[in-house]
Every structure is written in structure tokens, then in C-alpha cells.
């Protein structure tokens, strides 16, 4: 198992430009998260998706949009890049019954200049 | 919604010394207290958790406590080791809503 997989690894971006994370997950989890990470302030949910079809906002959702295309997939969009945008995105899922152990995967570094 | 802070930021410790990161909550309702350790160029690692029900938890040289009177938990790990360097967050969760709050992180140097 690959367990959670993002592309790309590294993007630069000009202010204004467009882009989507991919993240998929193969170990049949039922919950999808978005992240980001900026330095001194730990983890910040930005979306999350309880189950295939549904979507919710995080901590900090201003500027983003989300897909979860199927029950593998939860795909993160910048409609237009800020510099404040500039950090490192992570996607994570969520193990199904009673644990909540969130598997992460290994991040997009993001930066708009 | 709740609030985690994480102290310290930064902690050196010789090899074999023993380590503790100290985290307050901020919602009484939140009943999961997951510790996470994140690798240079990593995601984030589950090492250990603990409910609201136990106090302590334990995992050969990491335990963790949790005080809910207090509304504070913490990280210890003994004998550490180089390869215990690292990035720890903790975090915390009223479980049957699935979303986690992150303390702000803290920066393990084991100095051999």
C-alpha cells in the first residue's frame, strides 16, 4: 500500500495563477483532510470530507475550494494564488471505526511569489 | 472551538536525558489526545495516544498523561536518542467529530 499520495512535491506559483493539489488514499478510508503548515503555527485545518460526496470548511477556508472526486480522491484548489498562500499543504485520511489515528501524506511545498 | 497550546517551542536534550512537551486544551468536551511526530521533509506520524478516560499511557520509552481536571497533557519520552529528533505536535479532538486541533509544535534536538 501507498497509503497517501500528493502531487506535486514542490510548485511555485505568481500571484493570481491557479492550481490543484491532488491527494488520493488507498487503504479504503472513509475521511479526507486538508492542512496547511506555516512555521510556529503547527497544523490548520483548511477542509475536510466526513465521506465520498461530502465537503466541509476547516479553520482557514478563505481562498480555496475542494473536490473529493471519489471515496480515494480529495483534490485542493487555489482559484488565484496569494503570497499568503506560500506554505506547506498536507492531505491526511482517517482510519474507519473506533480509532482516529489520521495517516498523513508527505506534503506539497507551495510558494506564490 | 478549541484552542491547543504547546510549550516549549524548542527543547535540547543530551542523549539518554529524558524529555517532556507540555499541552493545555482549551474544551472540556474533548476526549482524544493524539501525539504526532513529524521527520524533516515528512507528514505527520501517530506515535501514541491517549482517551479521557486513562491518565497514563505507555509505549516502551514514550508515555503520555493527561490531567482533565487540569485540562493539560504531556509528552514523555525517556533515554532518548538521536533519531528522537524531531518535530512533536500534540493535539485534541472531541472524537465523534473527527477533527483534530494541533498545538503549535516543538522543535526535539537530542545532542549526542
Known amino acids: 500500500n501507498a497509503g497517501v499520495t500528493q502531487t506535486p512535491k514542490f510548485q511555485v506559483l505568481k500571484t493570481g495563477q491557479s492550481m490543484t493539489l491532488q491527494c488520493a488514499q488507498d487503504?479504503?478510508?472513509?475521511?479526507m483532510y486538508w492542512y496547511r503548515q506555516d512555521p510556529g503555527m503547527g497544523l490548520r485545518l483548511i477542509y475536510y470530507?466526513?465521506?465520498?460526496?461530502?465537503?466541509d470548511k476547516g479553520e482557514v477556508p478563505n481562498g480555496y475550494n475542494v473536490s473529493r472526486l471519489n471515496k480515494r480522491e480529495f483534490s485542493l484548489r487555489l482559484e488565484s494564488a496569494a503570497p499568503s498562500q506560500t506554505s506547506v499543504y498536507f492531505c491526511?485520511?482517517?482510519?474507519?471505526?473506533?480509532?482516529?489515528?489520521?495517516?498523513f501524506g508527505p506534503g506539497t511545498r507551495l510558494t506564490v511569489t | 472551538g478549541e484552542n491547543v497550546e504547546q510549550h516549549p517551542s524548542t527543547l535540547s536534550v543530551q542523549e539518554g536525558d529524558s524529555a517532556v512537551i507540555k499541552c493545555t486544551y482549551s474544551?472540556?468536551?474533548?476526549?482524544?489526545f493524539p501525539w504526532y511526530k513529524q521527520e524533516l521533509g515528512k507528514g505527520p506520524q501517530l506515535i501514541i495516544d491517549?482517551?479521557?478516560?486513562?491518565g497514563e499511557k505507555k509505549d516502551q520509552r514514550i508515555a503520555v498523561t493527561l490531567n482533565k481536571t487540569a485540562k493539560h497533557f504531556s509528552l514523555h519520552i525517556t533515554e532518548t536518542q538521536p533519531e528522537d529528533s524531531a518535530v512533536y505536535f500534540c493535539?485534541?479532538?472531541?472524537?465523534?467529530?473527527?477533527?483534530?486541533?494541533f498545538g503549535s509544535g516543538t522543535q526535539l534536538t537530542v545532542l549526542p
Open positions: 491526511a485520511s482517517l482510519t474507519s471505526g473506533v480509532s482516529y489515528e489520521q495517516y
Open positions: 487503504m479504503n478510508h472513509n475521511s
Open positions: 470530507s466526513a465521506s465520498e460526496g461530502t465537503t
Open positions: 474544551d472540556s468536551a474533548s476526549n482524544y
Open positions: 491517549i482517551r479521557s478516560n486513562v
Open positions: 493535539a485534541a479532538s472531541r472524537g465523534s467529530a473527527r477533527q483534530l486541533t
